[in-house]
């Protein structure tokens, strides 16, 4: 399954992205953004996003790996 960022358009391989998309957006979206363009549409920094994946990964969230 392909999956590309809604707003540049560019291909999202990472799935902790993906993951990212769906945790912080919601399990029913059915388009996802790359981690600048959700950075950027959520108002945080990259960085912040980052962090907020080793958090769900800490806390053992199965979407993440
Ligand atoms: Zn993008």
Same mark, same amino acid.
């Given at each position: 399954m392909k999956n590309k960022c =809604?707003?540049?358009?560019?291909?999202?391989f990472d799935k902790?992205? =993906?993951s990212l998309n769906i945790k912080l957006l919601g399990k029913n979206i059915e388009n996802y953004y790359c981690l600048d363009c959700l950075a950027n549409y959520l108002n945080v920094t990259k960085d912040e996003l980052l962090e907020k994946i080793e958090e769900f990964k800490s806390e053992?969230?199965?979407?993440f790996n």
């Amino acid at each position: 399954m392909k999956n590309k960022c =809604i707003a540049c358009s560019v291909e999202i391989f990472d799935k902790n992205t =993906i993951s990212l998309n769906i945790k912080l957006l919601g399990k029913n979206i059915e388009n996802y953004y790359c981690l600048d363009c959700l950075a950027n549409y959520l108002n945080v920094t990259k960085d912040e996003l980052l962090e907020k994946i080793e958090e769900f990964k800490s806390e053992g969230c199965k979407l993440f790996n």
